[in-house]
């Protein structure tokens, strides 16, 4: 079992910063994905951002590409995700998920564990 832990949420205005951390513990494996998603309310959890655990792989949903930047600490069994010149359409809560693949898939329901989630409010 792998546990994910999300912080760094809150309430921004447009235009401003945040940075999402998601702390994994548990089980660990030699090769995986972290990825982050976001869901509003009545919708599916949408694909944002995805990095491999070893080499440099990542990927980027084209809403953010240019704006959020998803980076890994090793040593601390961490992802983050760097999250500029946010918009009111980012709203969402954020879920960090470990997909035990070699490549960055972008559907949700390949995902093996997810965190809890983190709320993100962009204010106009």
């Known amino acids: 079992q792998v546990q994910l832990g999300e912080s760094g949420g809150g309430l921004v205005q447009a235009g401003g910063s945040l940075r999402l951390s998601c702390a994994a513990s548990g089980r660990t494996y030699n090769e995986y994905v972290i990825s982050w998603f976001r869901q509003t309310p009545g919708k599916e959890r949408e694909f944002v951002a995805g990095?491999?655990?070893?080499?440099?792989?990542?990927l980027y949903a084209d809403s953010v590409k240019g704006r959020f930047a998803i980076s890994r600490d090793n040593a601390k069994n961490t992802v983050y995700l760097q999250m500029n010149n946010l918009k009111p359409e980012d709203t969402a809560v954020y879920y960090c998920?470990?997909?035990?693949?070699?490549?960055?898939?972008?559907?949700?329901?390949?995902?093996?564990?997810w965190g809890q989630g983190t709320q993100v409010t962009v204010s106009s």
């Open positions: 990095i491999r655990w070893s080499g440099a792989s990542t």
């Open positions: 998920a470990v997909d035990l693949s070699f490549s960055i898939r972008t559907t949700e329901r390949v995902y093996d564990y």
